[in-house]
């Protein structure tokens, strides 16, 4: 069993920057994808970056430029650093980590870390 736990989330002026962390227990494949969603007042679930262990990653096109994932192997760990934080970026960040396994998906989901952005 993956618990994940979350942390760095807070209130920030807007232009100001947060990062996020998020730490997986047991033991997580090389073949995982590690990544954060986010849901805002009012609005559904959506992905905000993604990352494979070898690095690729992707990025909704509302954060490109100002947000960065990484991921640290070692440490079960990944990180996502977000400068230049906006209103709209307000919602209860959410860490994921997936991945198949003899044709089972495993999907695993922290409980979430509140961002508040203010004008």
């Known amino acids: 069993q993956v618990q994940l736990v979350e942390s760095g989330g807070g209130l920030v002026q807007a232009g100001g920057s947060l990062r996020l962390s998020c730490t997986a227990s047991?033991?997580?494949?090389?073949?995982?994808?590690m990544g954060w969603f986010r849901q805002g007042p009012g609005k559904q679930r959506e992905l905000v970056a993604s990352?494979?262990?070898?690095?690729?990653?992707n990025y909704a096109d509302s954060v490109k430029g100002r947000f960065t994932i990484s991921r640290d192997n070692a440490k079960n760990t990944v990180y996502l650093q977000m400068n230049s934080l906006k209103p709209e970026d307000t919602a209860v960040y959410s860490c994921?980590?997936?991945?198949?396994?003899?044709?089972?998906?495993?999907?695993?989901w922290g409980r979430g870390t509140q961002v508040t952005v203010s004008s």
């Open positions: 990352i494979r262990s070898v690095g690729s990653a």
């Open positions: 047991g033991s997580i494949p090389s073949i995982s994808v």
């Open positions: 994921n980590v997936r991945w198949w396994q003899n044709e089972v998906k495993n999907d695993y």
